[in-house]
T-cell receptor, first 119, second 110 residues
Framework: GAVVSQHPSRVICKSGTSVKIECRSL??????MFWYRQFPKQSLMLMAT?????????EQGVEKDKFLINHASLTLSTLTVTSAHPEDSSFYIC???????????????FGPGTRLTVL | QKEVEQNSGPLSVPEGAIASLNCTYS??????FFWYRQYSGKSPELIMS????GDKEDGRFTAQLNKASQYVSLLIRDSQPSDSATYLC??????????FGTGTRLTIIP
């Protein structure tokens, strides 16, 4: 299957700093990537849909000025958590959609995730 | 609002037995159906996709889709302790974002 990488895998930062997380599709081009957040023992929560060359679409309740998304190329999307606070500590996971060409048969592949701890 | 329902479990199955995981969805127009496995502390991993009615087999895994009943299932034969994980059902329509269920936690008992 297709491979998606994330960097860094783990980050610890002080409150008030900004953290950038990179998501790359390694062996396919992804015009659409997704950013999720997951708290311990809870379900995946979609934060936003990242579209190459256009603005991201944020889910209801997600602050777009706090979670900046840039889809700079067909293989790279970045999520920047600005002025991070302890309540932003979570597991952030990206996924990339591989286009198959058939109607409704695109597949999402997940990156390994980034564990963010804000002190 | 599109919904995907799964029994949260935990579902306990003896080693070597068949584990059966079920999922129902609300949008009758859904076109794509996926099963992801998520180990504790890790990200989801795609294990099966299915797009048409019937069964699709891949090794020990079989996905079953019944669009009339809006039901998709995953069977795991010869269950192993390494199959213990949370299994996420996801449903999609066209190029829209996937809708995920909350997952079923499966435990294989040695």
């Amino acid at each position: 299957g297709a491979v998606v990488s994330q960097h860094p895998s783990r980050v610890i930062c002080k409150s008030g700093t900004s953290v950038k997380i990179e998501c790359r599709s390694l062996d396919f081009q992804a015009t659409t990537m997704f950013w999720y957040r997951q708290f311990p023992k809870q379900s995946l929560m979609l934060m936003a849909t990242s579209n190459e060359g256009s603005k991201a679409t944020y889910e209801q309740g997600v602050e777009k000025d706090k979670f900046l998304i840039n889809h700079a190329s067909l293989t790279l999307s970045t999520l920047t958590v600005t002025s991070a606070h302890p309540e932003d500590s979570s597991f952030y996971i990206c996924s990339a959609r591989e286009v198959s060409g058939g109607a409704g048969t695109d597949t999402q592949y997940f990156g390994p995730g980034t564990r963010l701890t804000v002190l | 609002q599109k919904e995907v329902e799964q029994n949260s479990g935990p579902l306990s199955v003896p080693e070597g037995a068949i584990a059966s995981l079920n999922c129902t969805y609300s949008d009758r127009g859904s076109q794509s159906f996926f099963w992801y496995r998520q180990y504790s502390g890790k990200s989801p991993e795609l294990i099966m996709s299915i797009y048409s009615n019937g069964d699709k087999e891949d090794g020990r895994f079989t996905a079953q889709l019944n669009k009339a009943s809006q039901y998709v299932s995953l069977l795991i034969r010869d269950s192993q302790p390494s199959d213990s994980a949370t299994y996420l059902c996801a449903v999609g329509f066209g190029n829209e974002k996937l809708t995920f269920g909350t997952g079923t936690r499966l435990t294989i008992i040695p």
